[in-house]
């Protein structure tokens, strides 16, 4: 006895009904994900570190930040904070109208731009690091970036 049902799989009925499912059957393709490393140079990162400090002082960073010791410094200064990555100290506004005194940080003020730009998401750290890229993030995004560098997480929304 034989078996006279057609074999269905080297037939031409089979390549008919597989063509519309020929892109699913195909073996998928991963690509990597690759992670690439940037040094800036001194200028580029004097002018990182001051769109930072600028745009979190005037704006970004004034709902948390009651004033900032900096020793004589100049915080707004790219060039002062990446050479001499001096000490601040970061007084926060309670919101209270006392004399009362506010929590306070040490920090150096180039540490809290690299720190914060290291706990960046991918996307943002390459607009911070990017100086021709630096327009699109804002003060919201420079906050995000002090916050990040002093307390390591938001803690002011």
């Not at 059957?25 to 800036?40: C, G």
């Not at 929590?103 to 809290?112: Q, S």
Request: negative net charge; charged residues 25%; hydrophobic residues 40%.
């Amino acid at each position: 006895m034989t078996n006279d049902k057609p074999n269905l799989t080297n037939s031409h009925f089979a390549d008919i009904l597989a063509e519309p499912f020929a892109d699913l059957l195909k073996p998928k393709k991963f690509y990597p994900t690759i992670m690439v490393e940037y040094t800036p140079s001194r200028e580029e990162w004097a002018q990182i570190a001051e769109a930072i400090w600028v745009g979190a002082l005037e704006g970004g960073s004034n709902h948390w930040i009651a004033y900032i010791h900096t020793g004589g410094h100049v915080l707004k200064s790219g060039f002062d904070v990446v050479d001499s990555n001096f000490e601040i100290v970061i007084h926060e506004d309670d919101g209270s109208f006392d004399d009362e005194e506010t929590e306070t940080h040490r920090v150096k003020a180039f540490d809290v731009i690299v720190d914060g730009i290291n706990l960046l998401d991918p996307e943002r750290q390459r607009l911070a690091l990017t100086v021709d890229e630096l327009g699109q993030l804002d003060a919201n995004d420079y906050d995000y970036i002090i916050q990040l560098g002093v307390f390591g997480k938001e803690v002011y929304c």
